[in-house]
């Protein structure tokens, strides 16, 4: 049993969270057994604010690799599209070895900036040439090691992807390793199954990766797969994500892709909306009443030139948001919420908006409401603090804090909007240090390393 005191700690109550003072959390398992008054004999002291950690709900850990590489201007004439040309040049070189060191640096990256749980969205499954690896979840297992080194919690996404486009078209050559048929992928699915089980902190769903990636067949078969498998298995898929796609998919199924997804697949609140970011109020109203987390990626989108979802329509109706680092162009919760939150005063030409009367502070507001609907995304027992949910939190610096940590009432609101250098210093992970003081054990290490392989794969261009 470990002890945890904390003068300052952001407690869950269900729909809202609470600072309170001088608590001690009682932690068996990587579990909070109990949470009691005062100081503790033999607690460990948390020296600064506690707060819960924040789920990351869609990583495509490869990316890290290339995060910067397309930013040169061509006038106006670069896009999704193009950045995703650069994104195939890049992995149609890339081992098994070479994804592990990046997704261990990128870990190592999230934990330190308080994400302690991380939704991989896999699709990098196969050879360079298509061919199967010995074992087909090869990089499933690189990737599962690279969480277990880094310390963060990991929910396993294998993507099913099977098509080009709508038709189906078939798949081109910068996606042979992604490509699969149903019962491989099936079969892949059931080993990442049997790899979690033997891990401490990571679960299996599975990702269809986009309505253009696959047709309506072969998603059914492999939600009926994964449900007999784990009836509350998350299921993602990338939505709405560019205005090409809805009207390409409108063109094919004479419907806008999260209509058509809420009319032929039964949507529940294990179902995760990847950039539902082109949606109509129809469409907004369906995700409500089906209870499904929408996965919002701020930075990714912003970078992207995707465009905006409808952030604040969509909480005022019940919806739940989840967010993402994606293409991992910013590895920062606080950054995430930061722009999700100067996105609708951008657009709306006003402020302060993604809160509530029970909690008026944006930061506080936004932290509790996604940490919640990540874990959601995630089926997984954390993103809030409370007996029963698992210790995964993180202390914050209080000499970062400095100017504002007499007042708990404001300390989110200066974390999201006014951090000018990471306010975090301590991060745990199912009841394990992972971060002490700004720093994780494997960090110069592991940067080395990731270094190497940068140059081999720049060498490879
Ligand atoms: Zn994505």
């Known amino acids: 049993m470990n002890m945890l005191f904390a003068e300052h700690i952001l407690l869950s109550h269900g729909t809202h969270s609470q600072w309170h003072n001088n608590k001690t959390l009682l932690i068996d398992n990587g579990v909070i057994v109990d949470i009691v008054d005062g100081q503790l004999d033999g607690a460990d002291i948390a020296e600064g604010p506690v707060i819960p950690g924040m789920v990351n709900c869609h990583s495509h850990a490869f990316q890290r690799g290339f995060a910067g590489f397309s930013e040169q201007g061509s006038q106006g004439n670069d896009s999704f599209w193009t950045w995703r040309k650069i994104m195939y ?28 749980r991380v939704a991989e969205f896999h699709y990098l499954h ?62 892949l699915v059931s080993d990442c199954f049997a790899s979690a089980s033997k891990r401490a902190n990571a679960n299996v769903g599975i990702a269809p990766h986009s309505l253009r990636a696959v047709d309506k067949p072969s998603l059914q078969a492999a939600v009926t797969h994964v449900r007999n498998l784990d009836a509350t298995a998350p299921i993602h898929i990338h939505i709405a994500e560019q205005q090409k796609e809805v ?33 109509d ?105 409370a007996v029963g949910k698992q210790a995964d939190l993180i202390v914050l610096s209080n000499e970062r804090n400095s100017l504002f940590a007499n007042s708990t009432k404001h300390l989110l609101d200066s974390v999201v909007f006014a951090s000018q250098a990471s306010p975090i210093k301590d991060v745990m992970v199912n009841g394990q240090w992972v971060v002490r003081d700004g720093k994780h054990a494997q960090e110069q290490q592991v940067a080395d390393r990731f270094a190497t392989v940068l140059q081999d794969l720049a060498g490879n261009r």
Not at 89 to 116: C, H, P, R, W
Not at 141 to 164: K, N
Not at 331 to 357: K, T
């Open 247 to 279: 009207n390409d998919c409108h063109a094919h199924y004479g419907m806008r892709p999260v209509q058509w997804l809420l009319d032929n697949m039964s949507i529940d609140q294990h179902w995760c909306l990847i950039h539902a970011t082109h949606i």
């Open 126 to 187: 196969h050879q360079p040439d298509g061919q199967n690896y010995h074992q087909l979840a090869a990089m499933a297992d690189a990737l599962f090691d690279a969480a277990e080194q880094a310390g963060i919690g990991i929910t396993m996404l294998p993507v099913l992807y099977r098509y080009s486009g709508f038709g189906p078209l078939p798949a081109n050559d910068g996606q042979k390793r992604f490509i699969n048929d149903v019962e491989q992928f099936n079969q």
């Open 89 to 116: 040049q890049f992995l149609d070189v890339i081992s098994v070895e070479q994804a592990q060191v990046i997704a261990n640096q990128l870990y190592i990256e999230m934990v330190k900036a308080g994400y302690t």
């Open 281 to 385: 109020q129809q469409e907004l109203q369906g995700i409500v009443d089906a209870g499904a987390v929408a996965g919002i990626c701020p930075t990714t989108e912003a970078n992207l030139g995707d465009g905006i979802f409808p952030t604040t329509e969509f909480i005022s109706k019940g919806g739940r948001v989840a967010i993402g680092s994606d293409s991992h162009i910013s590895v920062s919760a606080i950054e995430e919420l930061r722009l999700l939150e100067y996105a609708q005063r951008l657009v709306r030409q006003q402020r302060a908006i993604l809160a509530d009367n029970q909690t008026p502070s944006v930061g506080q507001f936004l932290w509790h409401h996604t940490a919640q609907a990540g874990a959601l995304s995630t089926s997984s027992n954390s993103g809030e603090l």
